[in-house]
């Protein structure tokens, strides 16, 4: 059975229908919520592997089906579905990582007394994901994606009795909001510059030839292509939901959420949609290559935000002492990687690299919501411990994921994937700036990795939850398995040897290169893995930690720089005391503004009418004017509490109103004479 | 001229509402709600079945019902509908009854606060729906009564002031847009729209005006202007508005941002628009910067209200500024900006309806939570609604979302409409915007996050109630219709689409 574009609304509407009919059941149901949502999960999942298979079998085809939303004047409002093999891969992972989650939530929220609710917002996620994911037009994708961020936040602040919960959520939005306001004026001005948001449309759509040679043509002032800042504006959307830097921060206080949240959306698909942008409109973000005087190209600038940020976040990551802060932002870092892998041109290595993080992701944050259940809301590394007798299946298949995150290998998929993107960034002609950056990122991620696993599962138990854990049922670890096959099997979809995924996504055949080519590379990145894991181990594993309270040896060694990690660099604090206070100021001007400036003159005008309406206190009143008075007389006995002292303000106002009148009729008696 | 007055009937059921409470002084209380409610949920079935009617492939004047009145001066009774038109009359026939319903929920002496209510409502249907300038400044200038008493009876310990404040400032900028008309009838003859617009489209209206000479033409467009910006209220002229909207009880409220702040949006379409084009277009510059500032500078300082209703009153102004930049923008529009004008136009009106419905959905929840905190309705009185109220936080949240313009729902397309036209027209203006799209988002959500979120406490802590059946009433098809329309605009879009291109066309171009 294969899927067409015509019916790829189904794949979201699913989702959808469940979460309202979990909007619909009272607050405390529980069965009815969760079973439409695994329903319509498993039917989504097996319609997004028809449209797998139907895309695969073109893949240089692609399919849409596009259709008026309204029209204001003449101008109509189109949108429409895209089937192509990226939406096809992507819908696969993000329908196969979300029913794996579903299942995993049933147990890890059983004892909530919302999980209704919870299973309602992560419908609702999943169907604006997979409706961002099929859209055929930046405007509907733009709908979607903002409706991702609802679902994030409400599912950030799913525990909103918890300020910090209430809080991170609220940062999640604005910050995000920040870039997404970016790409909604790079919306704008694509839809302004060629009349239509459309991708593809017979050749009429922005991603074709007609529209990509205009916006590429079209010089500003600077001597920068129309495409360069349009591709730059809709890369600080993409900036904002994949928390690259410098607007990375809400990410890793977004792991106040549930676990199964954290990793669904925060880690393996909603963070990635800012790298889907990228590789949606590459198309666009490349069409200034040929241009050799513009003062930058776009990808360079996604390249150099994507390099900073994945070895910002590795840095990060190595003095947290929160499981999920190591992870979030570990996160932040991997998807500085596949910034980076578009920035270099090979999007298609980026979405390799989404591909197999998505699952050994989900795989470590779902690990660690094992974890974090099993010790009873335990997450800090240092109270933890000596896990890996007591949760086998948690340990092997997080040690998985671990390896597959720092690419032992051969066997881990994310050996494939990273290998792919070093590989693209060693041959990037502009600079050498983001393969260093990523083969530093290369022996951080291994030694803080290294150090997280140690921490948590060898040594002695440091806290008495961690004494008692034990493994859950099989609701959790069975996803955790299915998750660890692909965190190791996924990789061999793309070698170099058999590029088979690279070339089913570029819908281009990609040419297998031998050994020879790539094994320098290989070697070289092994060595520095394991370089990494070596450091880890020396500073964590050969005397493990015996006491919670015990110094880092790191903060131990160099205190100021692991304080400084910590600290994540100060760069709260900064934005608080740059843009918080400017805007904070700003309020306050305006208000100032409105209160004694427009407010002062409109009180002047308002004085000068009351001293106007006394002078005419004298004058004689009409008939309308006295049946007016006679009715607000009525009123005013009816209202005591209103003194007498107020009603001079009626009759003035009356008086006004009689003069006005008055007035009228003059004007109209002499313009009708004239 | 139809054999049944139906535009009369549209404007005067609530007006003959109002003279049937009057005339019984000894109504219960229970007679009062259905006598009132009737005959404002008159508006709605009226305008339902004008909708049926409704052709929405022409953009001229439908029912039109047009007698003479006074006949020395030209002046003819003048009622009829566009699409415009068609759409604030629905809107006060959905707001205007929910309204009712708040006020009258709340109150001692209903009979009176329903009879000023019911001749309120039908002065603002008269606005939207008089042609010639005398009627429509009749009802544009009666409305204050009944507002005045609403506000100033009924309303809060402040009210007083502001009631006045409110009135005196409206009055004076109605007192420039009779002088105008009394002008521009000194040079035509007539006051009615429909021929004004007639003879500006022939270039007479402009030739007459000049013979008074001198900077006269522009004064009398100042004058209309500000008569026009007061109501709306446009950035400065809006002193007014943050005490009245805190000051007035909520059902007041309700109506005057969800009805009476359409209706200086109504008059600059009506009014400025097809009458002074040249005068909008040699101003929209300066007009333009003005609306931008109302929107920057509201959304600005409603970040630093702690009064929600004060941050709803400045939220208000930052929507309604939204409608005249987009206004503003196309008015100054040059040759081969034309594609962008309709979609600004289009934007503008749906920006009015939607924010009518958002505005009033939100006014009415800081009302719920006003009557639940004994008049406590500052920012940090309350804490954990959510938990306590979940019904109340799920509509307020979908009503709060609208407001901030989150796509699926109707606050989003008359935002995107207007951006859409005014990043055409003023990329720069546009690029503005975004702080208050920012700041919007930043204050909606602090609220939220204080009033809502949390653990129980101030108010809160103690007992409190979710919503009831009449609040609930009120609140579900506010809510029902902003999910609606954010995925259907057609059905508002629909209703203008042909008067926005013939108001596109009808633009001089430079």
Redesign the interface.
């Given at each position: 059975m294969t899927l067409t574009a015509t019916h790829l609304w189904l794949i979201p509407a699913l989702p959808l229908a469940a979460a309202a009919i979990g909007a619909a059941m009272p607050?405390r149901a529980k069965a009815v919520p969760i079973g439409a949502a695994l329903v319509a999960m498993t039917l989504s999942w097996l319609l997004s592997c028809a449209a797998l298979v139907g895309a695969l079998t073109d893949p240089s085809g692609r399919s849409v089906a596009n259709f008026d939303?309204?029209?204001?004047?003449?101008?109509v409002i189109r949108l429409g579905w895209l089937l192509d093999p990226l939406t096809a891969f992507m819908g696969t992972l993000v329908c196969t990582v979300s029913l794996l989650v579903f299942i995993f939530s049933t147990a890890y929220l059983r004892d909530d007394p919302r999980i209704g609710r919870f299973f309602c917002f992560l419908s609702l996620f999943v169907s604006a994901m997979l409706g961002l994911l099929v859209a055929n037009s930046l405007?509907l994708l733009?709908?979607?994606w903002?409706?991702v961020g609802?679902s994030s936040y409400l599912l950030i602040?799913f525990w909103?009795?918890k300020?910090a919960a209430?809080?991170a959520?609220?940062k999640a939005?604005?910050t995000t909001?920040?870039g997404d306001?970016g790409l909604?004026?790079g919306l704008?001005?694509l839809?302004?510059a060629t009349?239509t948001s459309l991708f593809y449309d017979g050749g009429a759509g922005v991603l074709e030839s007609p529209a990509l040679g205009l916006l590429g043509s079209t010089l500003l002032p600077g001597g920068w292509a129309a495409s360069t800042a349009i591709g730059l504006l809709l890369f600080c959307g993409a900036a904002g939901k994949s928390g690259q830097f410098p607007l990375h921060i809400w990410l890793p206080d977004a792991m106040e959420g549930p676990t199964p949240v954290s990793a669904l959306i925060h880690a393996a698909t909603m963070v990635a949609a800012g790298v889907f942008l990228m590789a949606r409109v590459f198309p666009l973000m490349a069409a200034d290559q040929g241009l050799a005087s513009v003062p930058m190209h776009a990808l360079t600038g996604v390249a150099v935000i994507g390099a900073v940020t994945a070895l910002l976040g590795a840095f990060l990551a190595v003095a947290q002492t929160d499981i999920k802060r190591v992870l979030a932002y570990s996160t932040v870092s991997q998807l500085g990687y596949m910034m980076l892998a578009v920035g270099v041109g090979s999007w298609v290595a980026a979405i390799f690299h989404l591909i197999t993080h998505a699952f050994f992701k989900a795989l470590l944050f779902l690990g660690a919501g094992s974890v974090i259940h099993a010790t009873h809301h335990e997450q800090d590394l240092r109270r933890l411990g000596g896990l890996a007798g007591r949760m086998r299946i948690t340990f092997v298949t997080f040690a998985i994921g671990s390896g597959a995150l720092v690419g032992l290998p051969l066997v881990f998929s994310g050996f494939w994937s990273k290998e792919a993107i070093l590989h693209a960034a060693e041959v990037w002609p502009v600079s050498h700036l983001p393969f260093v950056a990523g083969m530093t990122g290369v022996a951080l991620t291994a030694f803080y990795m290294t150090r997280l696993v140690i921490e948590v599962f060898f040594g002695q138990a440091r806290s008495e939850s961690a004494a008692e854990a034990h493994e859950g049922p099989g609701s959790m670890t069975v996803p955790l398995a299915l998750l660890a096959v692909g965190a190791i099997g996924l990789g061999w979809l793309g070698t170099p040897l058999w590029p088979w995924l690279q070339s089913r996504l570029s819908g281009t055949a990609v040419p297998a290169h031998g050994l020879g080519e790539s094994l320098p590379l290989m070697v070289i990145s092994t060595t520095i893995v394991l370089l990494g894991m070596g450091a880890g181990w020396w500073c964590y594993g050969r005397t493990p930690r015996k006491d919670a309270r015990a110094i880092d040896p790191l903060a131990r060694r160099w205190p100021a720089v692991y304080g400084a990690l910590a600290a994540r660099l100060g760069l709260d604090e900064l934005y608080a005391a740059t843009v918080g206070r400017l805007?904070?100021a700003?309020?306050?001007?305006?208000?100032f503004?409105?209160r004694w400036?427009?407010?002062g003159?409109?009180?002047a005008?308002?004085r000068t009418?009351?001293a106007a309406g006394e002078i005419n206190q004298g004058m004689d009143e009409d008939g309308l004017n006295a049946g007016?008075d006679h009715g607000?007389e009525h009123?005013r006995s009816?209202?005591r509490r209103?003194s007498r002292a107020?009603t001079g303000?009626?009759q003035g106002?009356l008086r006004?109103?009689a003069m006005?009148l008055a007035?009228?009729a003059l004007?109209?008696?002499?313009?009708?004479v004239? | 001229m139809n054999a049944v007055p139906w535009l009369s009937l549209v404007v005067f059921l609530p007006w003959l509402g109002a003279l049937l409470l009057w005339l019984w002084p000894k109504a219960p209380s229970g007679a009062v709600w259905t006598l009132s409610l009737a005959f404002s949920g008159s508006t709605l079935i009226l305008g339902a079945l004008a909708l049926s009617c409704f052709d929405p492939s022409q953009s001229g004047y439908q029912f039109v019902e047009r007698v003479p009145w006074i006949r020395?001066?030209?002046i003819d009774y003048h009622l009829g509908l566009d699409g415009m038109s068609l759409l604030l009359v629905l809107l006060t026939g959905i707001v205007a009854p929910l309204a009712l319903i708040a006020s009258l929920r709340r109150v001692a002496?209903t009979r009176?606060l329903a009879l000023l209510f019911l001749l309120l409502q039908g002065c603002a249907l008269g606005v939207f729906l008089a042609l010639d300038f005398f009627p429509w400044?009749i009802f544009w200038?009666l409305s204050?009564?009944p507002a005045?008493?609403l506000i100033?009876?009924w309303g809060g310990p402040g009210a007083?002031r502001a009631a006045?404040?409110f009135?005196?400032?409206t009055?004076?900028g109605?007192?420039g847009l009779?002088?105008a008309f009394?002008?521009i009838?000194?040079a035509t003859?007539t006051m009615n729209f429909v021929d004004l617009a007639r003879l500006r489209a022939e270039g007479e209206l402009t030739l007459r005006l000049a013979e008074y000479g001198g900077t006269v033409p522009t004064l009398i467009f100042l004058g209309v202007l500000a008569g026009l910006a007061v109501k709306a209220p446009l950035?400065?002229?809006?002193?007014?508005m943050?005490p009245t909207y805190a000051e007035a009880p909520t059902g007041v409220t309700m109506f005057l941002t969800g009805v009476m702040s359409k209706m200086g949006v109504y008059g600059f379409f009506r009014i400025l628009w097809p009458l002074f084009p040249g005068d909008l277009r040699d101003h929209s510059g300066p007009l333009l910067l003005l609306a931008m500032g109302g929107a920057?500078?509201?959304a600005?300082?409603a970040?630093?209200q702690t009064d929600l209703k004060r941050m709803l009153a400045y939220s208000s102004l930052n929507h309604v500024s939204y409608c005249l930049v987009a206004l503003f923008a196309a008015a100054g529009a040059v040759r081969g900006q034309i594609?962008?004008?309709?979609?600004a136009?289009?934007?503008a009106l749906?920006q009015a309806f939607n924010h009518g419905l958002s505005a009033s959905a939100l006014f009415f929840c800081v009302g719920v939570l006003e009557a639940r905190g004994g008049g406590a309705r500052g920012l940090n009185d309350f804490g954990?609604v959510?938990?306590a109220a979940?019904l109340l936080s799920l509509l307020c949240g979908v009503a709060l979302?609208s407001s901030l313009g989150?796509?699926?729902l109707n606050g989003?397309?008359g935002e995107?409409?207007v951006?859409?036209g005014l990043?055409?027209l003023s990329?720069w203006a546009?690029?503005a915007g975004?702080i208050a799209?920012?700041?919007t988002?930043?204050f909606l959500?602090?609220f939220?996050?204080r009033v809502?979120?949390?653990?129980r406490s101030g108010v809160t802590a103690g007992a409190f109630a979710d919503l009831d059946a009449g609040e609930r009433a009120v609140l579900v098809p506010l809510v029902v219709l902003m999910v609606l329309l954010g995925v259907?605009?057609?059905l508002i879009?629909?209703l203008i689409?042909p008067l926005?291109?013939h108001w596109?066309a009808s633009l001089p171009l430079s």
């Open positions: 607050r939303w309204f029209s204001a004047g003449t101008a405007l733009f709908i979607c903002e409706l609802l602040g909103y009795e300020p209430a809080a959520a609220k939005f604005i909001r920040v306001l909604l004026i704008l001005w839809y302004h009349g805007l904070t700003s309020a306050g001007l305006a208000c503004l409105d400036v427009w407010g003159l409109m009180g005008a308002g009418a009351e007016f607000s009123l009816g209202a209103y107020q303000d009626v106002y006004a109103v006005g007035v009228v004007l109209l008696i002499w313009g009708g004239r | 020395t001066l030209g002496r009176m400044f200038e204050l009564v005045f008493f100033k009876v007083g006045y404040t009135v005196v400032i009055l004076a109605s007192a009779l002088l009394a002008a009838h000194g003859g950035f400065p002229f809006h002193a007014w943050p920057i500078l509201g600005l300082a970040l630093r594609a962008a004008v309709e979609p136009l289009a934007g749906v954990g959510r938990v979940p979302f989150l796509p699926g989003f397309v995107f409409l951006f859409r990043f055409a990329p546009a690029v975004t799209l920012l700041a988002a930043l959500l602090t939220w996050q809502f979120h949390g653990s259907v605009p057609g879009t629909g689409n926005v291109t596109a």
